[in-house]
């Protein structure tokens, strides 16, 4: 084969290795002071969840102690996490939300 000939079908294929980001995962926490109506409020605000949506997931977290709110990539996870803390805190009530990475 001279340095002219083109090959068409190369018999070896070079896999490239990007590593996919990992995934994290939003966490509402249940509390004994926060109202419900105020969770369902930061929800909708800060996740852009219907009224009904919003009013499954606080109920999920009030009942079993905490509930996925979404999965996204880690600086979106940690700056809403931290959007709706700051919500909260601002009005005072305990409301707690935590990111972890995805198995
Ligand atoms: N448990 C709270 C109440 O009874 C409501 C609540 C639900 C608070 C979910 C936080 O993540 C939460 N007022």
């Known amino acids: 084969m001279s340095d002219n000939d083109v090959v068409l079908n190369p018999k070896t294929k070079t896999k490239p290795k990007v590593e996919r980001p ?6 509402l926490v249940n509390d004994d002071y926060t109202p419900r109506e105020f969770v369902i409020m930061v929800l ?3 996740f852009r969840m219907s009224e009904e949506a919003g009013y ?3 109920m999920t977290a009030h009942k079993l102690g905490s509930c996925v709110v979404m999965v996204c990539a880690r600086d979106i996870a940690e700056t809403k996490a931290q959007e709706a803390i700051d919500l909260a ?6 409301l707690m939300f935590t990111t972890e990475p995805e198995e």
Request: proline share 6%; glycine share 0%; net charge positive.
């Open 22 to 27: 990992k995934l994290y995962k939003i966490i």
């Open 89 to 94: 805190k601002s009005a005072d009530f305990p």
């Open 44 to 46: 909708q605000a800060v």
């Open 56 to 58: 499954r997931v606080m």
